[in-house]
């Protein structure tokens, strides 16, 4: 999930630059709230918001069964929130 936030984030910021202009008025907003969290499901969502002539807003989720985890870690210590979202 790390790899893939921080591509789509770097992706979304490089497009803003190189579309930006100083007679545009633009903005982007990439926003991340944590879902669910419960013993067996995390789920991550990405609000994305950009703003030019018009707008556009996109929702990406992340949902993780927990219990996969276990059964892939073959323990209850699979990463933490802060591993999985790289706070």
Do not use: G
């Amino acid at each position: 999930i790390n790899t893939d936030v921080q591509e789509l984030t770097k992706r979304i910021i490089n497009k803003y630059y190189e579309e930006k202009d100083p007679n545009n008025h633009m903005s982007v907003e990439i926003n991340s709230d944590i879902i669910t969290n419960t013993s067996n499901w995390f789920t991550l969502k990405l609000t994305i918001s950009e703003t030019a002539a018009s707008s556009n807003l996109e929702y990406k989720y992340y949902h993780i069964d927990k219990n996969s985890l276990n059964k892939l870690y073959k323990t209850q210590a699979y990463p933490t929130l802060k591993e999985l979202h790289n706070i």
